[in-house]
């Protein structure tokens, strides 16, 4: 019994690293003093991701150099897999975004809507994570 429960747990922690490195590394460029912004990294890292952030002086100027539109915009603006995603957008977005593949520039939640990642609140509000299409319109791709 005992060699069947540590080759279980031996198998279960090979599952989960294998699984963190299913994703491609996320790129963020954030403001240096917004603690909201490390809150939603820290969301990712905790969700599988490898994050690099970079503190920036201007975040505009790097979401404009993604391609993401000025209306979608947030706080932080970040690069996965070839897509940017804009905002508080939670992690499981991200990996169906990654799984789906869609022709879209990516993902935004755009302002900083309480209770998304990042900005959690005991009064949170319903959002939604929007997919940007290439021609820069958008639909709904998930609500919360």
């Known amino acids: 019994m005992k060699q069947a429960l540590g080759l279980f747990l031996l ?5 989960s690293t294998t699984l963190a ?7 963020v460029f954030k403001s240096p003093t917004c603690g909201c ?3 939603w990294v820290e969301h ?11 503190d920036v002086s201007d975040v505009n100027t790097e979401r404009k150099r993604l391609g993401m539109p000025e209306r979608y915009s947030s706080c932080h603006t970040a690069s996965v897999g070839g897509y940017v995603v804009e905002g508080h957008v939670p992690a499981a ?15 935004s939640v ?3 809507p309480l209770g998304s990642p990042g900005m959690e609140s005991p ?3 319903s959002y939604e994570t929007l ?7 958008h639909k709904v791709y998930a609500r919360h």
């Not at 198998?11 to 599952?15: D, E, F, H, K, R």
């Not at 490195?21 to 790129?27: A, H, L, N, R, S």
């Open 11 to 15: 198998l279960s922690a090979g599952a």
């Open 21 to 27: 490195q299913t994703y491609p590394p996320v790129e």
């Open 37 to 39: 912004c490390s809150k």
């Open 44 to 54: 990712l890292r905790s969700n599988g991701f490898t994050v690099n952030a970079h």
């Open 93 to 107: 977005d991200i990996q169906r975004l990654l799984k789906e593949k869609p022709k879209a520039i990516g993902i």
């Open 110 to 112: 755009p302002s900083m």
């Open 123 to 125: 009064r949170p509000v």
């Open 131 to 137: 997919l940007v299409g290439k021609d820069e319109r």
